[in-house]
C-alpha cells in the first residue's frame, strides 16, 4: 500500500503500535528541516507532527509548515511540540488534536509545559521524565476517580508546573505525593498514563477511517513572502541534510564533543570554521546574482536542490537562470584587493594565526570571496548604508585603532571584510546551525574516528560520563566563569574575523547558560 502520511513522533508514540496503518510512515521526532525536506522528495498529503527535537537541536521551523499548507498538504498537530504548533498556526491551516491541543489553545502556555527528556531511537525514544500536561491530565483523572482528592491534586499540579522538565521525574512526583500519602508509590504505579500518547492513538485511528487526498479545498487567504530570510534559512536547513538518523538528538553531546576538538584539536577546528564562511558567503553571492533575473532567488534555490525536488518545481517550474561564478570572474585588480583584505583582516585581529598549510588555503578561498562578495553586493549607494550603525561603529573603531599605531589602512578593504563579518553574524555561526554543520564536516574528514575515540576516552576520565542536566548541579559556577572566559578570548587565535566585545554572555563556543557544565567534561585535570 502507498505510504500517503508521515509521522515525526517520539516520546509521544512510546508503546503504540503503528503496523497496523500502512499508509503511514513513521519517523523520529521531527527537527528544523525535517518538514522542508519532505516536501522536496516525498509525495505526501498528510503530515503528522507530534514530537520535535528541541534545545540542542533547532526545532522545526513554522515557515516549513506553511510550505506544507501552501501546497495543500494537510498537516496535524498533536501531543507535544505539533500541538503547540498547530495553536500557533491554526488560522492558517494546521489542524490541531487532543486534549493537549485543546490546553494550550486555551491558555498560556510555555513549551516546557509538554517538553521530556528521552531516550535515543535505539530505545524507542522512552521518555524519562514527565511532562506537565501529563502530569496534570493524570492528576485530573485520578481525582475524578477518588484516589485523591482536590487539594492534593491541586498541589501535584502547581508543584508539577513550577518543577524543571529536566528534573520533572516520575521519582520526583512519587516524593511528592508521599508528603500527603502513604500509598503514593502504589497509586502512582497502577494509574499512570500519558495523556499525549492517548491524543496520538487517537488521531491516528480516527485518520486510517478517513480517505487521504490532496487538501485542495483549503481556503487561504495568505501566501508566504518569498523574503532572502527564507531562501538562507532553507539552503542552511539543505546542508545539513547528511546530518540526519541516530546522530541528530544527540545535541548536548555533539556540543561537547565541539568544545573537545576546540581544545585539544584546534587547528581541526579552525579549517572547520574558515570552511563554513566561505560556505555562509557564497551562499549569499548566489542569492544576490539571482536578484537580477526573472525569477528572483531561483537559482540560490537550485545550488541546493536534489533530484526530483517537488518543492522547487512546484514553485518555479524548474526554470533556472544561469548565474555566473567565482571562478569565472579573476582579474588582476581582484588580485589586488584580495591581497589588501588578506592584510587587513591580520591587522584587525592581531590574534590569529592559520594553524595549517590546509587552514591557508581556506584562507586564501575566502578572502576570494570577500572580494567577490563585495562587488556582486555594491550598488550606487552609500557603501555605509549597508552596514548596520554597530557594524559601522566597530569599522571605524578597528580604522581609528589602526591609525593610532601608525598602520596604512585600506578602507575600501575594510568594508568589503565588514560587508562579509555582518552577514556572517546574521547566520549566527555559533548556535545550532554551526554547530550541526561543523559536526557534519567533522564527520567527514579522514581523522573523524580518532578524534572520536580520543574525545570517548576523555569522557570517561572526567566527569564519569554524567548527563549534563544533573552535572549541572555540582559545579562550581564562578570557577567555570572564569574558564569560559579564557576559552572564549582564545577563539581570536582561530577565526579571522575581528571580535571587538567577548564576553561570557555572547557564548561564543555555544556555552548555553543552562547547559554550561558540559564544558567541564573536556577540560583538562589541573
Known sequence: MEKTAILFAGPSLHGVDTSKYPWLDVCGPACQSDIYSVLNHKHYTRIILADGLYKSIPAPWHKEILLALEMNIEVYGVASLGALRAAELNEYGMKGSGKVYEYIS?????????????????????????????????????????????????????????????????????????????????????????????????????????????????????????????????????????????????????????????????????????????????????????????????????SYKFEDCFLLNDLFENTWPKVETIENLKSEEQDTITNSINQELKK???????????????????????????????????????????????????????????????????????????????????????????????????SFKILIREWEKNLKTLANGKPHAFYNEEIDHSKLGEKIRELNLKIREVQPFPVESITESHALLFLEPDSIARIEYSLSEE
Open 348 to 446: 584587525m585581529n592581531k590574534d590569529f594565526r592559520l594553524m595549517s598549510k590546509e587552514a591557508m588555503r581556506y584562507f586564501d578561498h575566502l578572502c576570494k570571496l570577500i572580494t567577490f562578495h563585495r562587488e556582486v553586493r555594491f550598488t550606487n549607494t552609500d557603501m555605509n548604508e549597508l552596514l548596520s550603525p554597530n557594524t559601522i561603529r566597530e569599522l571605524n573603531k578597528t580604522v581609528l585603532n589602526s591609525l593610532m599605531e601608525g598602520e596604512d589602512v585600506d578602507v575600501e578593504a575594510r568594508h568589503a571584510i565588514y560587508y562579509a563579518k555582518q552577514l556572517i553574524d546574521s547566520c549566527s555561526i555559533y548556535t545550532h546551525h554551526g554547530r550541526l554543520r561543523m559536526y557534519t564536516l567533522l564527520k567527514e574528514s579522514h
Open 106 to 302: 486555551s491558555n498560556i502556555v510555555d513549551d516546557s509545559e509538554v517538553a521530556v527528556m528521552h531516550k535515543p531511537q535505539k530505545n524507542q525514544w522512552e521518555a524519562m521524565t514527565l511532562a506537565h500536561v501529563e502530569v496534570k491530565y493524570w492528576s485530573e483523572k485520578i481525582e475524578e476517580e477518588g484516589r485523591i482528592g482536590k487539594n492534593i491534586s491541586r498541589e501535584i499540579i502547581k508543584w508539577s508546573k513550577n518543577k524543571h522538565f529536566e528534573r520533572r521525574t516520575k521519582k520526583a512526583l512519587i516524593s511528592e505525593l508521599e508528603l500527603g500519602l502513604q500509598d503514593a508509590n502504589k497509586i502512582v504505579r497502577d494509574t499512570w498514563f500519558s495523556q499525549k500518547q492517548l491524543d496520538l492513538a487517537n488521531l491516528i485511528d480516527s485518520l486510517d477511517k478517513i480517505a487521504s487526498e490532496k487538501n485542495s479545498n483549503l481556503e487561504k487567504n495568505w501566501t508566504i513572502a518569498k523574503t532572502p530570510y527564507i531562501y538562507r534559512q532553507i539552503s542552511k536547513d539543505t546542508s545539513l541534510l547528511p546530518f540526519q538518523g541516530e546522530d541528530r538528538d544527540y545535541g548536548d553531546t555533539i556540543t561537547n564533543f565541539l568544545i573537545f576538538i576546540f581544545l585539544e584539536h584546534t587547528d581541526e577546528l579552525q579549517k572547520i570554521l574558515l570552511k563554513i564562511y566561505s560556505e555562509y558567503i557564497e551562499l549569499e553571492i548566489v542569492r544576490l546574482q539571482s536578484q537580477g533575473t526573472n525569477e528572483d532567488y531561483v537559482d540560490f534555490f537550485k
